[in-house]
C-alpha cells in the first residue's frame, strides 16, 4: 500500500512545480587553521522548504565538482520523495565550484588560491551548513542519537556523502552514496576496470571494432600536414591539427566522448553534461552501423564522425568542434587538481578495450600535475588515513551504496555489503547515478527498485513504520 502511495507521490510531483531558494552561508576560508584569521566565504546552497511540516528530515545533497544548479537538475529522486517524509531538501554546493569562490575572481588563477581545496575542508562545509540548519528548524536539542538528516550524492558527491556520515555521524544519521567509486582511489588492482566496462557497452551493441580501428586510421592519416587538415575538416573542428600533440589531445577528446556515453547511458534524453538523446551508446552505434561496409580509412573516420554527432552536434546548432583541444573551463581546472593531489583514481587500458593501450605511470602523473599546478601531490594515502577506505566502512554504520551495472564507475564501488547496515545495491542496465534521477515512465523496473530500496532504509533510519 505504501509504495503505491510513493509512486502516486512521484507522478503528481513530476508535474509539478519545485521552487527553491538560493541562501549563502559565511563559512571559514581554513577551518583548522590555529591563526586567529577570521576570513570567511559564501558557501551557496539551495533550499526547498515546500515539502517540509515541522519535525520533518533534512535530505541534503552533498554537491561535488560543478554548480550546485547542475546536480539539483539532475538529482530529482530527492525531491520525489520529499513528500512522502515531509523532508526538507537542501543542495549544498562545494568550494571553489559554481559561484562558492574562497577568493572570489581570483580562486582559480594558481595552486595557492586552491590550497583550501580538499575533502575535509568541503566536508566541514558541509558540517556547518548543516549546524545552521538546526539551529533555524529544529527548535529542541535532540540528544542520544543523530539529527534527522540524510546525506545523498552521486560520483564523487557520493563518496562526500558516505565520508560525511563515518566523520559527522552526530550530524548525519545516514548516507545514500550512488556511484561513488571509494575503492578505486589509489588502487592499482583495479586500473584496467573501468575502460573494461565502457568497452562493453559498445561491444554490447556491436560497434566496439570500428571505434578500435578508428586509433590506427587517425594516427596513419595524421602523419601528413594534408592528412591533418583532412580528419579536421572529417570532425568539423572548429582550428586545425598542427603537430603530434594536437593529435593527442584530439584523440584524448574522442575517448572522453565515448566515456561520456557509457556513463551517461540513460534511456532518455538528457542535458546532464551535454545534450543526448536516450540510450546514446545505442544511438551511436546504430548510426554507424548504417553505414554498412566501410571500405577505407577515410570513410571509417567519416562515419565515426557524423555518428558522434549526437553528442557533438544533437541540437544541430553547433557549427564547428572544439574537441581537439583541451577544455580549460574553471571547473576542469579545480577537478584536476583534486584528481592530482588527493582523489587519485589509477586508470589503465588493455588491448581488449575499444581504446589505445596505455599503462598507469604514476611518475608520470605527478610529473604533469606539478607542471600544471606547480606543487607537490599529497600523500597517495592520504585519504585512506582520514577515512580508512575499505576498512572503516565495517565499523561504519546506515550508508547504502548504489552503483548502476552500465556505469564504468561501478568498477571503484562498493558491489557487496559491509555489513547489516552498510549495504550495497547493484542496478542492472542503469547508468551512472541513475537512481538519484527524477521518476520518468520508462524508468526499469531495477531502478524502481532500487529507490524503493533506499525509501525503506531512509524510513529505518528515521524509525518511521
Known amino acids: 500500500m505504501f509504495f503505491l502511495l510513493f509512486i502516486l507521490i512521484l507522478i503528481s510531483h513530476a508535474i509539478a512545480i519545485t521552487k527553491y531558494e538560493e541562501s549563502y552561508l559565511e563559512v571559514p576560508i581554513d577551518h583548522f587553521s590555529l591563526s586567529k584569521t577570521n576570513d570567511t566565504f559564501k558557501l551557496r546552497y539551495l533550499l526547498v522548504e515546500q515539502f517540509h511540516i515541522k519535525g520533518g528530515p533534512i535530505f541534503l545533497y552533498c554537491g561535488n565538482e560543478a554548480d550546485i544548479k547542475v546536480f539539483y537538475d539532475n538529482s530529482g529522486f530527492l525531491l520525489d520523495i520529499a513528500p512522502t517524509f515531509n523532508a526538507l531538501v537542501v543542495f549544498v554546493e562545494h568550494r571553489y565550484y559554481?559561484?562558492?569562490?574562497?577568493?572570489?575572481?581570483?580562486?582559480?588563477?594558481?595552486?595557492?588560491?586552491?590550497?583550501?581545496?580538499?575533502?575535509?575542508?568541503?566536508?566541514?562545509?558541509f558540517a556547518c551548513v548543516i549546524d545552521s540548519l538546526i539551529k533555524k528548524y529544529f527548535s529542541t536539542m535532540i540528544t542520544n542519537i543523530s539529527y534527522p538528516i540524510v546525506a545523498f550524492g552521486g560520483s564523487y558527491g557520493g563518496m562526500l556523502a558516505a565520508w560525511l556520515r563515518?566523520?559527522?555521524?552526530?550530524?548525519?544519521?545516514?548516507?545514500?552514496?550512488?556511484s561513488a567509486p571509494l575503492l578505486q582511489l589509489n588502487n592499482l588492482k583495479l586500473c584496467e576496470n573501468f575502460y573494461h566496462i565502457v568497452t562493453q557497452s559498445y561491444r554490447n551493441e556491436n560497434c566496439s571494432q570500428a571505434i578500435k580501428a578508428s586509433w590506427e586510421a587517425i594516427r596513419n592519416i595524421t602523419k601528413t600536414h594534408e592528412g591533418k587538415k583532412n580528419v579536421g575538416h572529417i570532425f568539423k573542428l572548429c582550428k586545425t591539427l598542427g603537430n603530434e600533440d594536437d593529435v593527442g589531445k584530439f584523440i584524448d577528446s574522442l575517448e572522453e566522448i565515448y566515456v561520456n556515453l557509457a556513463m551517461l547511458n540513460y534511456p532518455y534524453a538528457t542535458s546532464f553534461l551535454a545534450p543526448l538523446p536516450g540510450n546514446p551508446v545505442k544511438s551511436f552505434c546504430d548510426k554507424l552501423k548504417?553505414?554498412?561496409?566501410?571500405?577505407?580509412?577515410?570513410?571509417?573516420?567519416?562515419?565515426?564522425?557524423?555518428a558522434l554527432e549526437i553528442a557533438t552536434n544533437y541540437s544541430g546548432t553547433t557549427k564547428c568542434n572544439n574537441i581537439e583541444i583541451t577544455n580549460n573551463e574553471p571547473t576542469d581546472f579545480a577537478w584536476g587538481f583534486q584528481a592530482c593531489f588527493e582523489l587519485i583514481i589509477p586508470m589503465c587500458s588493455t588491448k581488449e578495450d575499444i581504446f589505445e593501450p596505455i599503462s598507469w605511470d604514476y611518475e608520470k602523473f605527478t610529473k604533469e600535475c606539478i607542471k600544471k599546478y606547480g606543487v607537490v601531490p599529497y600523500s597517495p594515502n592520504?585519504?585512506?588515513?582520514?577515512?580508512?577506505?575499505?576498512?572503516?566502512?565495517?565499523?561504519?554504520?546506515?550508508?547504502?551504496?548504489?552503483?548502476?551495472?552500465?556505469?564504468?564507475?561501478?568498477?571503484?564501488?562498493?558491489?557487496a555489503n559491509i555489513s547489516d547496515s552498510v549495504v550495497a545495491v547493484l542496478i542492472p542496465e542503469a547508468a551512472h547515478h541513475y537512481?538519484?534521477?527524477?521518476?520518468?515512465?520508462?524508468?526499469?523496473?531495477?531502478?524502481?527498485?532500487?529507490?524503493?530500496?533506499?525509501?525503506?532504509?531512509?524510513?529505518k533510519w528515521l524509525n518511521i513504520s
Open 98 to 125: 559554481g559561484q562558492s569562490m574562497p577568493f572570489g575572481p581570483k580562486s582559480l588563477n594558481s595552486a595557492e588560491g586552491l590550497r583550501y581545496l580538499t575533502v575535509e575542508q568541503a566536508l566541514a562545509d
Open 166 to 178: 563515518i566523520k559527522y555521524p552526530h550530524l548525519i544519521l545516514g548516507a545514500v552514496a550512488s
Open 290 to 306: 548504417s553505414y554498412g561496409t566501410i571500405q577505407t580509412p577515410l570513410a571509417l573516420l567519416q562515419a565515426i564522425s557524423s
Open 382 to 415: 592520504k585519504l585512506f588515513l582520514e577515512f580508512g577506505g575499505a576498512t572503516m566502512l565495517k565499523y561504519s554504520s546506515n550508508i547504502v551504496f548504489s552503483n548502476g551495472l552500465l556505469d564504468p564507475w561501478s568498477s571503484g564501488g562498493v558491489l
Open 435 to 459: 537512481d538519484l534521477r527524477g521518476a520518468n515512465p520508462v524508468d526499469s523496473k531495477y531502478v524502481l527498485d532500487a529507490r524503493k530500496f533506499h525509501v525503506a532504509q531512509i524510513r
